[in-house]
């Protein structure tokens, strides 16, 4: 088992950039969850998704974010128009659901030019 | 609105020592799960010990074990016999156990230093 799958590790883009990041859950797990990690501080909620469905995006800053699960693929969380404050790790983790814990990927750190 | 109060940014301790790191909480909620998490310079977050609050007794996992206190929203971790690759954040994190969203509440984090 790969584990949750990440990629890329680092990624740099320019100010007004378009920056997609994908997270493949581990096998058998159907529930993915987005945390945002600015330098210094704590993980942060962005998104919780199933396949298919956004179940809770009550952390997602409201423009210039978006996340998909499909049906088929990884997952993608995608920043629009790229600034210098959205540089920070994100983290995907998944879960087979209900309480059962996550299992963390090891992130992706974007770096805005 | 739950939140979660790491009052150490860092920690140090000897090597073979024990070290105690702080987490306090605050929800309105009677079932949920508390978690400490490990993050060494990799940056992978390790899921180290967790507690459900309906437990009374506290969690242990070998070296690790914590000190749940329910009524007065406590959850420190202590670490015997520290060894250098403990050194790393550590982040105290909630969760509310039903709900339509799994989603963790972390603290700010304390750095522990381990000196050989």
């Known amino acids: 088992n790969a584990g949750v799958m990440q990629n890329p590790r680092h990624l740099v883009r320019r100010r007004g950039q378009e920056a997609r990041l994908r997270c493949s859950p581990m096998?058998?797990?159907?529930?993915v969850y987005w945390y945002r990690q600015l330098p210094e501080e704590g993980l942060k909620f962005m998104v919780y998704?199933?396949?298919?469905?956004?179940?809770?995006e009550s952390g997602m800053p409201k423009e210039r974010f978006s996340a998909e699960f499909p049906k088929e693929g990884p997952s993608i969380l995608r920043i629009q128009q790229v600034v210098r404050g959205d540089s920070a790790a994100y983290f995907c983790?998944?879960?087979?659901?209900?309480?059962?814990?996550?299992?963390f990927g090891s992130g992706t750190r974007l770096t805005v030019v | 609105a739950q939140t979660v109060t790491q009052s150490q940014p860092e920690m140090s301790v000897q090597e073979a020592e024990t070290v105690t790191l702080s987490c306090t909480y605050d929800?309105?909620?009677?079932?949920?799960?508390l978690f400490w998490y490990k993050q060494p310079p990799s940056r992978q977050m390790i899921l180290v010990i967790r507690?459900?609050?309906?437990?009374?007794q506290n969690a242990t996992e070998n070296r690790f074990s914590v000190n749940f206190q329910k009524a007065a929203k406590s959850f420190s971790l202590k670490i015997s016999d520290s060894q250098l690759g403990d050194a790393a954040m550590y982040f105290c994190?909630?969760?509310?156990?039903?709900?339509?969203?799994?989603?963790?509440?972390f603290g700010t984090g304390t750095l522990l230093a381990v000196q050989p």
């Open positions: 929800t309105s909620e009677s079932d949920y799960y």
């Open positions: 983790a998944s879960s087979p659901g209900g309480a059962e814990g996550y299992t």
């Open positions: 507690q459900e609050a309906y437990k009374q």
């Open positions: 998704l199933q396949k298919e469905n956004i179940i809770d």
């Open positions: 096998k058998g797990h159907s529930h």
């Open positions: 994190a909630y969760r509310r156990n039903g709900g339509a969203t799994n989603k963790l509440i």
